[in-house]
């Protein structure tokens, strides 16, 4: 009989035991296709059950392991119908309530018998008590053992079990000890990002570690990842992101894209056309694109401003010059209401210039988009606006020449090199830049934008005066009211925020239809205006036009405001339920006043009591304008994933790393990076396929 074949991190899951078709779905949900993606599915937290604590001992939000004999059990019929069951031992009595249960349950769950049960101990109406325990019965108190080892708590997916995911992942480690990738270079490599006296483990120990740490591990340090074995790990994981990203860059540098020489007529007359002077910084981020437009190599350039720095107008003086080439521009925008916004601001701009600016949305009707897929079909210059609709197999460009993103964090990179992919010709690869008011703070920047140069406009129009911030509690709304007449009555208009649209069981938050309906009856006198996500993009547009015309005096919305619209007459934005919105999301929602020349305030209107969290965030708000300096704090409150965008793809999927807590080790992972690139490439590569083989992916494109 034939010898079996030792297994490798490369095979596929269904080589483990226990694993058939069914399993292996629910495994790929999770992104887990092979023994090395078990191997890196690493634990977001932990429990103990290494030993057994004292009901006496318990205290609430503890996850603990207890054992006791059964002094009561009975059905509670109330509201809801629960099994009540009594635990005793020496230290105290606990509660243990189950909701589901079945009468096979209640009768194992008898008087007299041994338990042993584990869960998050909560407070009860009479004792502590735990809802819906794990639980095993005993002969004695004594007879089961207690884990040997913390218990991991996996990320999961419907219908996946955590025992599933320990069982696979116990199989995972020990063909990880067989495994020989894991080469003495990369473990010298990744201890020299940091001191000679920290001591950092070998791979294979530190996974193993991760995944089964000891009773006497400090859960303290696991929970904060300050443990050396998560050190270990992030250090490595950082370097892939960072090489992966580096790797991106290489292979779009080695592209080609059109040299874009400067014509200055057509810019003169869209200076002319603007109405306004440049600041400085806008002058100087015009300068350093108009360097890469001048390259032989496709531009990869990351543009950050505040709300209202003047982006918008930059990335216009910048497509004259691929215009004024004989090419096309495509402006790609999250949303439809940013993509009108974009729409009738350069359609404004450009008439002067005698160029057609085109709107590609998924509104249009068919006989519409098909005739504008034909204009831009030709190679003549052009401007296309549009949201995702302008990546879809039916848009074909007759010379694209630039593409602009705004708003990039809404999109991932895929989507980013989709279009890109739309204005190939051969080698030849259009010039991107990349766009946001959401200020980056420079770690994240360095990091999630390895493969980007990065310009930053730090300077805001000087008709972009302060914006004052009020917080105040939802009882003062009446007073609120009264200041939204008062600015109407003196021509101005106003916004009111609402986070939700109808009203919610679940959140106690104001709603957006119900505002409107006590604002309309409270303001007789003004016109109150609804929009919202759920409303059909025609009736979204005919509001916002409205607003934006006057039309209107107040504007109740949910936050698909947030980007995209410039009311300069709107002096007043009031925010209901602040505390439940994030730091930038407040910042840019506060930004869609103090655009002209009157002075605005914001006022965030929050329910309490407020948690630690939420104070922090409404005072950051109170005391800062600068968008740059919300945002630093915003990454120390929130993490990188929030601050990112749940759909970009990079930093915010980081499994053991997190870019706050580890920014210090960044200066170090870049000099590797740098390092590897130059003088072994295949390490690079090999290091990118332990952590993130979806992103050799985009090396290929």
Wanted: proline share 5%.
């Amino acid at each position: 009989m034939a010898e079996a074949r030792a297994l490798t991190l490369d095979d596929s899951v269904e080589e483990l035991a226990g694993v058939g078709p069914r399993l292996r779905e629910r495994l790929a949900r999770l992104g887990l296709v092979t023994i090395r993606d078990i191997v890196y599915h690493l634990p977001s937290r932990y429990q103990d059950r290494t030993r057994v604590l004292p009901i006496g001992a318990l205290r609430p939000k503890m996850e603990a392991v207890v054992e006791g004999q059964i002094l009561d059990s009975h059905v509670q019929f109330g509201k809801r119908r629960s099994l009540i069951v009594r635990l005793e031992d020496t230290s105290g009595t606990l509660t243990l309530r189950f909701f589901y249960f079945n009468r096979e349950q209640q009768l194992r769950l008898s008087v007299g018998r041994a338990l042993r049960c584990f869960g998050e101990i909560r407070r009860g109406p009479q004792t502590l008590e735990i809802v819906h325990p794990e639980c095993h019965f005993l002969e004695t108190l004594t007879e089961l053992p207690t884990e040997d080892a913390l218990t991991p708590v996996y990320p999961s997916t419907e219908g996946l079990h955590q025992l599933t995911l320990r069982k696979l992942t116990q199989q995972a480690l020990v063909v990880l000890r067989q495994d020989t990738d894991d080469t003495r270079l990369i473990d010298e490599l990744v201890r020299s990002a940091v001191s000679p006296a920290v001591s950092l483990p070998p791979l294979h120990e530190a996974l193993t570690l991760v995944h089964r740490p000891p009773p006497a591990a400090p859960l303290e340090a696991l929970a904060t990842g300050s443990h050396p074995a998560q050190l270990r790990l992030a250090i490595e994981e950082l370097l892939a992101h960072q090489l992966s990203l580096r790797r991106l860059r290489q292979v779009t540098r080695c592209r080609r894209a059109p040299r874009l020489a400067k014509r200055a007529l057509l810019r003169e007359t869209l200076l002319d056309a603007l109405g306004f002077a440049l600041t400085a910084a806008q002058a100087r981020v015009v300068r350093e694109i108009d360097r890469d437009l001048s390259r032989a190599q496709p531009m990869l350039r990351l543009l950050q401003g505040d709300v209202g720095a003047g982006k918008t107008a930059v990335a216009a003086l910048c497509a004259t010059r691929a215009l004024a080439s004989g090419f096309q521009v495509a402006l790609m925008a999250p949303t439809e209401l940013l993509v009108d916004q974009h729409l009738r601001t350069l359609t404004r701009w450009f008439d002067a210039c005698s160029v057609e600016v085109l709107g590609i949305t998924g509104r249009l009707t068919v006989a519409a988009r098909r005739k504008a897929y034909a204009r831009l079909a030709e190679p003549v210059p052009k401007i296309a606006v549009g949201t995702h609709a302008l990546f879809q197999s039916e848009v074909r460009f007759g010379r694209l020449g630039l593409v602009i993103v705004d708003e990039q964090h809404r999109f991932g990179v895929d989507q980013r090199l989709a279009l890109l992919d739309k204005g190939a010709d051969g080698d030849y690869r259009p010039h991107q830049l990349i766009m946001t008011a959401t200020p980056i703070p420079r770690t994240l920047a360095m990091t999630a934008y390895a493969d980007l140069d990065v310009s930053v406009l730090d300077e805001l129009p000087p008709n972009r005066r302060p914006i004052t911030t009020t917080v105040l509690p939802e009882t003062r709304r009446d007073d609120i009211v009264a200041r939204i007449s008062q600015a109407c009555a003196q021509g101005r208009q106003a916004y009111w925020v609402c986070p939700l649209i109808d009203e919610s069981e679940v959140l106690d938050s104001q709603s957006a239809t119900d505002t409107a309906i006590q604002l309309t009856a409270a303001l007789p006198a003004l016109r109150v205006g609804l929009i919202h996500g759920r409303m059909k993009e025609p009736e979204k547009s005919a509001v916002m036009l409205a607003f934006t015309q006057r039309e209107l005096e107040v504007l109740v919305a949910t936050t698909v405001i947030e980007v995209g619209v410039d009311v300069p007459n709107a002096s007043l934005m009031i925010i209901e339920n602040a505390e439940r919105l994030g730091l930038s999301q407040l910042h840019q929602l506060r930004g869609r006043v103090g655009r002209g020349e009157t002075p605005s305030v914001c006022v965030l209107l929050y329910k309490g009591p407020l948690s630690e969290t939420a104070r922090a965030r409404l005072q950051t708000m109170r005391d800062s304008n600068d968008g740059f300096e919300i945002a630093e704090r915003d990454l120390e409150l929130r993490g990188p994933g929030e601050v990112l965008g749940t759909r970009q793809t990079g930093a915010a999927a980081l499994k053991i790393a997190d870019l706050s807590r580890d920014r210090a080790l960044l200066p170090a992972v870049r000099t590797l990076a740098d390092r590897i690139l130059a003088e072994n490439p295949a390490l690079g590569d090999r290091l990118i396929q332990r952590w993130l083989t979806n992103r050799m992916e985009y090396a290929k494109v």
